[in-house]
């Protein structure tokens, strides 16, 4: 006797088990994709708010180098200015300018106190006029809420001007 083995339907089985597994494996490779798209467009905002907090410090020193009696003790303490670019050089001014119409940056120069041993000291000690510490702040709007990044440092009269 013969024995017949009946294979009907098998190959249809095995199409629609196959078309499952490419399907997860696509969706999975789309939302990875989806992913990383989603936090490199983010990732560029804080690159560039990392650069403009660098050229910020940067227009800073160079504020100092043109003269510090006029760009920086003449600046109140703890309160915050912004930069423009004008006539070749950097110029403090308290108008608000967006840059790229999303970075909002602001400077803002505090007073330096110095303990017993010339240490800067956060609290007590006395004023040195030659030495400001100046922030840089960095703030933009992303989904829904606003992004802030900081970057500070300590400026001194070394050109005596």
Request: aromatic content about 10%; overall charge positive; some cysteine.
């Amino acid at each position: 006797m013969k024995m017949h083995t009946y294979k009907k339907g098998f190959t249809l089985i095995e199409v629609v088990v196959g078309s499952a597994v490419c399907l997860v494996v696509l969706v999975g490779l789309l939302s990875a994709f989806t992913v990383t798209l989603k936090l490199s467009l983010a990732n560029t905002s804080k690159v560039q708010a990392s650069f403009l907090e660098e050229e910020g410090l940067e227009a800073v020193r160079i504020l100092r180098d043109n003269g510090w009696n006029t760009n920086i003790a003449s600046q109140s303490s703890g309160v915050p200015f912004y930069l423009t670019f004008s006539g070749g050089t950097w110029q403090v001014t308290t108008t608000n300018i967006y840059i790229d119409g999303i970075f909002e940056r602001k400077i803002t120069l505090t007073n330096v106190y110095r303990g017993a041993n010339q240490d800067i000291v956060s609290s007590g000690g006395v004023l040195d006029a030659k030495t400001r510490k100046a922030t840089v702040s960095v703030a933009w709007s992303s989904g829904g809420a606003t992004t802030t990044k900081s970057i500070s440092t300590y400026f001194t009269n070394i050109f005596n001007n």
